[in-house]
């Protein structure tokens, strides 16, 4: 589940938007399984009301030579406590992200990656995703990177997250011109077109 959020001037969510894996999935250095939504809407409102995702694990399939679709999740009731589809409802999930203790991160990563990475995602991976869910807007994103990457490093000199403090400032210069060089393709893409 990819997601992200809008916000009115007084920061209220207003609205929310969800990216689908890929049928066809490829990223950089790893990959993750094929996967579709079956969503669920109210037909007179055009509201959500929840979605399925199913997924084939390419694994079991290339060693069964059989593609086999299976449900991966429901939206409602893997993240416990969602009771609605909501801009309130999926903010409020969002903000438990931030939370390194609490499991819901947990579950989105793993759906993030359709079961496909078993690796765990702590301390800058962990804020990346939550600024990147929290802050559709560029300098809100770095903004939001930069400071928490600090508050991350100076509770009690280390990460809170196993990071040590030392380690944190290396990783986070990667993070920011990662995300600059990000910026500057698109930006040239944009002049291009």
């Known amino acids: 589940m990819i997601l992200s959020f809008l916000y009115n001037s007084l920061g209220k969510p207003v609205s929310w938007m969800m990216i689908a894996p890929s049928i066809s999935p490829r990223r950089m250095g790893e990959s993750n399984n094929p996967a579709m939504r079956l969503y669920k809407f109210d037909t007179d409102s055009g509201q959500v009301l929840d979605y399925t995702q199913y997924y084939l694990d390419l694994d079991q399939a290339n060693l069964q030579e059989e593609a086999v679709w299976q449900p991966e999740y429901n939206l409602t009731t893997y993240y416990y406590g969602l009771a609605e589809v909501s801009s309130v409802a999926l903010h409020n999930l969002a903000d438990r992200f931030s939370n390194a203790d609490d499991t819901q991160f947990a579950k989105y990563y793993r759906a993030n990656s359709v079961r496909y990475s078993t690796q765990s995602c702590e301390g800058i991976c962990l ?30 000199g280390s990460g809170g997250h196993g990071f040590p403090g030392v380690a944190l400032v290396p990783l986070m210069a990667c993070l920011v011109a990662l995300v600059n060089f990000r910026t500057a393709v698109v930006e040239a893409v944009m002049v291009s077109c």
């Open 127 to 156: 804020l990346n995703h939550y600024c990147a869910i929290t802050r559709l807007d560029y300098r809100e994103f770095r903004h939001c990177l930069e400071t928490s990457a600090k508050a991350l490093a100076s509770k009690n």
